[in-house]
């Protein structure tokens, strides 16, 4: 077993702590990387065969933001944030909707930001070995081009 492969289980275990589950499933198209539910206290990533190992502690080191920044926030989601994050994720283009307004694409981005910033935390946490200046650029293209550009540009509704 890889370093990189003791650090997924490492992150894994700290999910366990924390009441999460963690799933690894097969990638399906407009699923993204993975995905973090507070109902059922989960979180899937979808892996492919192209993905690296460093791909899959990225997204679990997300998901992980997701749910910290969940606590933090008293364990509270606002109803419009849940009916955002529904519409999203339901319909044929799940998880890629083009027909959201700038309003409720300004809420997911502001939803992915407030948990993006704890990436870097957990893996302090964690003592990793992956490369701290990985994480820190995959939460700059995070916040500051996919989702913003998300934000902006899908449909300039």
Same mark, same amino acid.
């Given at each position: &077993?890889?370093? @990189? *492969?003791?650090?997924?289980? @490492?992150?894994? /275990?700290?999910?366990?702590?924390?009441?999460?589950?963690?799933? &690894? /499933?097969?990638?399906? =198209?407009?699923?993204?990387?993975? %995905?973090? *539910?507070?109902?059922?206290?989960?979180?899937?990533?979808?892996?492919? =065969?192209?993905?690296? +190992?460093?791909?899959?502690?990225?997204?679990?080191?997300?998901?992980?933001?997701?749910?910290?920044?969940?606590?933090?926030?008293?364990?509270?989601? =606002?109803?419009?944030?849940? *009916?955002?994050?529904?519409?999203?994720?339901?319909?044929?283009?799940?998880?890629? @909707?083009?027909?959201?307004? +700038?309003?409720? @694409?300004?809420? #997911?981005?502001? %939803?992915? #930001?407030?948990?993006? +910033?704890? &990436?870097?935390?957990?893996? /302090?946490?964690?003592?990793?070995?992956? =490369?701290?200046?990985?994480?820190?650029?995959?939460?700059? &293209?995070?916040?500051?081009?996919?989702?913003?550009?998300?934000?902006?540009? #899908?449909?300039?509704?």
């Amino acid at each position: &077993m890889g370093i @990189r *492969d003791e650090e997924i289980l @490492r992150i894994k /275990k700290y999910a366990e702590g924390l009441g999460i589950k963690v799933f &690894m /499933k097969p990638y399906k =198209p407009g699923y993204g990387d993975g %995905e973090w *539910d507070c109902i059922d206290q989960s979180i899937t990533i979808y892996t492919n =065969p192209k993905q690296s +190992k460093s791909d899959t502690i990225l997204a679990l080191l997300h998901e992980l933001g997701q749910h910290l920044d969940w606590i933090y926030k008293n364990k509270e989601i =606002p109803k419009e944030v849940i *009916d955002v994050y529904a519409k999203l994720n339901t319909g044929a283009v799940s998880g890629d @909707r083009v027909d959201l307004t +700038k309003k409720e @694409r300004k809420v #997911i981005l502001d %939803e992915e #930001i407030s948990g993006i +910033k704890y &990436m870097d935390v957990i893996h /302090k946490e964690l003592n990793l070995t992956f =490369p701290l200046w990985k994480v820190k650029i995959c939460q700059e &293209m995070e916040c500051q081009i996919q989702f913003f550009v998300y934000y902006i540009h #899908i449909l300039n509704t």
